[in-house]
């Protein structure tokens, strides 16, 4: 079978003066994922090694570095599913784990499927990963900027227009609404950095998962659609693997990455389902995000409505991972 791997780092506005950190780090998360399918690991390995690259990657919205809740705190999410056997293992509101995804991917070896909170970080103790002090989690840039204001942002202003990303070019969401009363929204090139990645191996596997703190300025204890199956992450054999990201309450609200992989099962190629995922995701709830997906053979697609997502990508007879805004 075809080896694959695609990784994100977050869909939203990325300053310009970013993008080279942003290309770079899902550069090297694709690399550490490619190198674990090319010496024959699994699909749900590769994804794993790629998230925690990104991870403790701290220009990235998950594990160190992450953003922070409107009291302050980095209270993370992850979560990642094996297609073959349907196993799933997520993450919620975690404060003391340096690599939720190495958490979630315990939680996918137990009984469980989602753990949250402090509950979550006793199985941590309980399984031999270390917790840390919450404070390592956090970067003095983002309690900077927390300090500085940053806001829930439950609603934003209307998306910027959209470069081209290959096919990947969907239209903005049609002018977020502001339907529920907030605070003055955070700054736009805030709205980016949640990780995900998308693998398939030699045996035809696939997997996917995705990792995040969340919404900047979010309410303690809000969860996205990061840790939910169907929701920010899905994979099965045969049809697809996607993470997504974006803002999250729409996304868990249509299902999406369960969505996507459905288009694909209906005879869309990868390219298409990724695209026309996130056309309804703009279409029906004025939603804003992107999303990485394969499909079975190991084809890419990758689609986003806001102004840029940060993307990396390889696959059998490249020599280097391919990145992207
Ligand atoms: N989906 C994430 C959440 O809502 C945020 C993001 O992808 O930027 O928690």
Redesign the pocket.
């Known amino acids: 079978m075809a080896l694959a791997l695609v990784v994100h780092g977050?869909?939203?506005a990325i300053a310009a003066e970013r993008f080279d950190a942003a290309r770079a780090g899902c550069r090297a998360a694709a690399l550490a994922g490619w190198r674990v399918l090319r010496a024959g690991g699994a699909a749900l390995d590769a994804v794993q090694a790629a998230i925690v690259v990104l991870e403790d990657d701290p220009s990235f919205?998950a594990g160190t570095g992450a953003v922070l809740t409107a009291d302050g705190r980095a209270q993370l999410?992850a979560g990642l599913m094996d297609g073959r056997t349907l196993e799933v293992g997520a993450v919620a509101a975690v404060e003391r784990v340096k690599n939720p995804v190495a958490l979630a991917r315990q939680v996918l070896r137990s009984r469980h499927v989602l753990l949250v909170g402090e509950g979550a970080e006793r199985f941590a103790g309980a399984h031999g990963i270390a917790l840390c002090d919450p404070a390592d989690l956090v970067t003095p840039a983002r309690r900077a900027r927390w300090r500085g204001g940053d806001l829930a942002d439950e609603d934003v202003v209307a998306a910027p227009a959209v470069p081209a990303v290959g096919d990947g070019r969907v239209g903005p969401a049609p002018g977020r609404r502001r339907s529920r009363p907030g605070p003055t929204p955070i700054r736009d090139e805030d709205?980016?950095?949640?990780v995900g990645a998308v693998a398939v191996d030699g045996e035809g596997r696939t997997a996917a998962g995705a990792s995040?703190g969340?919404?900047a300025g979010k309410h303690p204890g809000r969860v996205?659609?990061?840790p939910l199956v169907g929701c920010?992450f899905y994979a099965e054999d045969g049809l697809a693997g996607v993470s997504?990201?974006?803002?999250?309450?729409d996304?868990t609200r249509l299902l999406l990455a369960r969505r996507a992989a459905e288009l694909v099962g209906a005879g869309l190629s990868a390219q298409a389902a990724a695209s026309a995922a996130i056309r309804l995701l703009g279409e029906r709830l004025h939603g804003e995000?992107g999303l990485i997906l394969l499909d079975a053979a190991g084809r890419v697609g990758c689609a986003r409505n806001t102004g840029a997502m940060a993307y990396a990508y390889i696959v059998d007879g490249m020599g280097a991972p391919a990145a992207g805004i």
């Open positions: 977050g869909a939203g919205n999410d709205r980016h950095g949640t995040t969340g919404i996205g659609d990061t920010g997504c990201t974006g803002h999250g309450e996304f995000g």
